[in-house]
């Protein structure tokens, strides 16, 4: 029997009658089609992490512009404990006093306080006001050895800032400015703000 075919019974009488073939070129095509899933996309948009690593500045020395004359600038990084990562991302950190110094031909980061979270681990004890190892290239550091002992340069901490997810340090080589050179930056200053006043006056005047 023809394949196309079937006989249909009616009691003693029979006939032929069509058999439509199954439509399996339709169900292939609809099964080769990538279909998604509607809300997939969204939901992996909305589960990505954000990065809150990078958030620029943390802390400024504002007196080191005032009192040094900064001659040349370095990046280091600085040896930290995990409570002081989770403090300085909370912002519990007091960088305006903080100064750097040589120890056994290595750079040390004095007076920089980190006040620990009340959730912090009690299996360590943090010290807030400990010393902490500046991290630079060999090179670096006997550059800047020379510089101190030879030159009579000072290592001043100006900003402390993220940069690529690690905490960062920039070190400002510099001799302290005399007295009438600070009168001067004092000046410079007080015309920034000044300055700064009056164009908020100048914007609030246009926007009436």
């Not at 990538?34 to 939901?43: A, D, K, L, M």
């Amino acid at each position: 029997m023809d394949g196309c075919h079937i006989r249909e019974l009616f009691g003693s009488g029979s006939r032929m009658v069509d058999n439509p073939r199954p439509r399996l070129k339709s169900a292939n095509r609809l099964a080769s089609v990538n279909w998604t899933p509607i809300g997939v996309e969204s939901t992996r948009m909305s589960t990505k992490k954000k990065d809150t690593s990078n958030k620029g500045r943390i802390a400024q020395n504002k007196r080191a512009r005032y009192e040094y004359a900064i001659e040349e600038r370095f990046e280091a990084g600085v040896a930290l404990q995990g409570w002081e990562v989770k403090s300085i991302r909370e912002g519990k950190i007091q960088f305006g006093e903080s100064y750097a110094l040589i120890r056994d031909g290595e750079l040390y980061l004095f007076g920089a306080q980190i006040s620990p979270l009340l959730s912090a681990s009690t299996h360590v004890i943090p010290d807030a006001m400990r010393n902490r190892k500046l991290l630079l290239h060999r090179n670096q550091i006997d550059q800047l050895i020379g510089a101190v002992e030879r030159k009579g340069f000072s290592l001043i901490p100006t900003t402390m800032y993220w940069k690529n997810g690690k905490i960062k340090v920039e070190l400002g080589l510099g001799k302290g400015k005399k007295q009438h050179d600070k009168r001067a930056t004092e000046k410079d200053r007080d015309w920034e703000r000044e300055k700064g006043r009056i164009m908020r006056d100048n914007s609030r005047g246009k926007a009436r």
